[in-house]
Nanobody, 118 residues
Framework: QVQLVEFGGGLVQPGGSLRLSCLASGFTFSLYDMTWYRQAPGKERELVAGITSRGGRTNYADSVKGRFTISRANEENTVTLQMNSLKPEDTAVYYC???????????WGQGTQVTVSS
């Protein structure tokens, strides 16, 4: 059974840090690109950061560049999003996504809430 379980969300003050992790199971993690998305109330889901299957390339939304870092540990089936200098506009539900093109597969976690507020 495929599972992506996110954890590490919570309430943090502006300027603070959080570390999100996503634990994968039920598929060959090292064959999948991994991406973090987020969705704020009333807004569309947006890409936050992505990393290729072997970790060789990463990409970030302009809004988080220099503040967020994505990494992965294939031996542990985990992908992590380190979030620093958090802003109220980072408040959203954060989702972990696993994706490959051949064959086409697309898996999602249930999401974890991040709230940045004083």
């Amino acid at each position: 059974q495929v599972q992506l379980v996110e954890f590490g969300g919570g309430l943090v003050q502006p300027g603070g840090s959080l570390r999100l992790s996503c634990l994968a199971s039920g598929f060959t993690f090292s064959l999948y690109d991994m991406t973090w998305y987020r969705q704020a109330p009333g807004k569309e889901r947006e890409l936050v950061a992505g990393i290729t299957s072997r970790g060789g390339r990463t990409n970030y939304a302009d809004s988080v560049k220099g503040r967020f870092t994505i990494s992965r540990a294939n031996e542990e089936n985990t992908v992590t999003l380190q979030m620093n200098s958090l802003k109220p506009e980072d408040t959203a539900v954060y989702y972990c996504n696993a994706y490959r093109t051949v064959p086409a597969r697309d898996y999602w976690g249930q999401g974890t809430q991040v709230t940045v507020s004083s």
